[in-house]
Structure formats: structure tokens, C-alpha cells
């Protein structure tokens, strides 16, 4: 089985540039997770799609982040204008259903400079 | 808010030897599932053992083993016969199990242990 897969896996950027994710989750996976990952911290939830609507978006900077789950499968995440501060990993996992056990893909290493 | 904590922010072990990794929490939950994770270089988040709170018995697989404390919320890991492959960052996760919707069924991480590995 295929695991969940991300692009680009490094990415630099200016600060006021705009920057876009990709993820493609694992097939039949309802659930779909984007984390943000600074350096030295463990990962921390941005926004949270159960098929293609957001179930939890509390923690995403809505003036400056977007996410879209379109059809239900793959996901963007947009960045726009960057900030320094956004210089992270962000990573992209998928569940079967929000009880089951979330998958990680290898994720995008964000530098803003 | 449900908080997770990892006092050890590097540890070190022989090849071969055993390492124990701490953590804590702190929730006013009863139902939750704990976790831990292994984060290679590579950035891959791998789930490496998971413990249900009702369980009183404490999780195992292969060479890795949990001590589960629920009354003192502390979850530790640990780790027999030391393999080189067994270098990561090792995270610690928490997820609330109850009949919730939303952010109460997201993961909270700890800051994470680097645990380096000498042959």
C-alpha cells in the first residue's frame, strides 16, 4: 500500500512570497491532517479535513494560511505572503476515520528567508 | 488544554543496551490514548507503540515497552538491545478517546528526545 505522499520536499522562498503543498493521503483515508513543525518542537496541528470539509481549523492563521480538500482526496496548502516565522516543516498524514491511527508522510521543509 | 512533556531534550545509549525515555502529561480525561512516535532524518513521523488508558496493562512491541502511570500521567518508553537504526527524535503524543468532535480528537506532542545511538 501506498503511503501518504507530499511535494515539494524542500522549498525556499523570500518572505512576502507565496508558497503552495501538496499531499495525496492514503486511499479510503476520510481523514486528512496538516502539521506545522518547527525546528526543536513536535508537530502541531494546523487544520483538520474529514473527506472535503474542515473539521478543525482553530490553530491555522487564516490571514495568511489557506487549505483546500477538493474531492475529497488530495490537499493544498497555501502560504501567502510568508513570514519568516513560518520557516518549518509541515508535515501531511490521513486516517481512515478520526479514531483510527494517523499516517505521516515524509513532508516539506519550508524555508522563508 | 492537554499538555505533554518530554524533560529530556537529547539521551544517549550503547549499541545493544537499554535506554528508558520519559514523559508526562497532564488532562482531567479519563478515556485517551497515548502514543509514541519515531522521526527519523528522513522527517517521516513512524508510530512506535500506543497505550489505551483503560488498559492496565502496559503495551509492548518487539523491543519496545511502555510504562503507563496513569494516577502519576506518566507515560515513559523503553528500549532493549539498542539498535544503531534505533537513532531518532522520539515524540510523545496524546489523544483524547472520549465522544468528542474536533480538536479533542487531535494529536498533542510532546517537544521530543533525541536519542543518538554508539556502536
Known amino acids: 500500500e501506498a503511503g501518504v505522499a507530499q511535494s515539494p520536499r524542500y522549498k525556499i522562498i523570500e518572505k512576502r512570497q507565496s508558497v503552495a503543498f501538496w499531499c495525496n493521503p492514503i486511499?479510503?483515508?476520510?481523514?486528512l491532517y496538516w502539521y506545522q513543525q518547527i525546528l526543536g518542537q513536535g508537530p502541531k496541528l494546523l487544520i483538520q479535513?474529514?473527506?472535503?470539509?474542515?473539521?478543525?481549523d482553530s490553530q491555522l492563521p487564516k490571514d495568511r494560511f489557506s487549505a483546500e480538500r477538493l474531492k475529497g482526496v488530495d490537499s493544498t496548502l497555501k502560504i501567502q505572503p510568508a513570514k519568516l516565522e513560518d520557516s518549518a516543516v509541515y508535515l501531511c498524514?490521513?486516517?481512515?476515520?478520526?479514531?483510527?491511527?494517523?499516517?505521516f508522510g515524509p513532508g516539506t521543509r519550508l524555508t522563508v528567508l | 488544554a492537554q499538555t505533554v512533556t518530554q524533560s529530556q531534550p537529547e539521551m544517549s545509549v550503547q549499541e545493544a543496551e537499554t535506554v528508558t525515555l520519559s514523559c508526562t502529561y497532564d488532562?482531567?480525561?479519563?478515556?485517551?490514548?497515548l502514543f509514541w512516535y519515531k522521526q527519523p532524518p528522513s522527517r517521516q513521523m513512524i508510530l512506535v507503540i500506543r497505550?489505551?488508558?483503560?488498559?492496565?496493562q502496559n503495551a509492548t512491541e518487539n523491543r519496545f515497552s511502555v510504562n503507563f502511570q496513569k494516577a502519576a500521567k506518566s507515560f515513559s518508553l523503553k528500549i532493549s538491545d539498542s539498535q544503531l537504526g534505533d537513532a531518532a527524535m522520539y515524540f510523545c503524543?496524546?489523544?483524547?478517546?472520549?465522544?468528542?468532535?474536533?480538536?479533542?480528537?487531535?494529536?498533542?506532542f510532546g517537544s521530543g528526545t533525541q536519542l543518538t545511538v554508539l556502536p
Open positions: 488532562t482531567s480525561e479519563s478515556d485517551y490514548y
Open positions: 503524543a496524546y489523544r483524547s478517546a472520549g465522544p468528542h468532535s474536533g480538536s479533542a480528537r487531535q494529536l498533542t
Open positions: 486511499s479510503g483515508h476520510a481523514t
Open positions: 497505550q489505551e488508558a483503560y488498559k492496565q
Open positions: 498524514a490521513s486516517s481512515l476515520a478520526r479514531r483510527n491511527e494517523q499516517f
Open positions: 479535513f474529514q473527506n472535503n470539509g474542515v473539521v478543525d
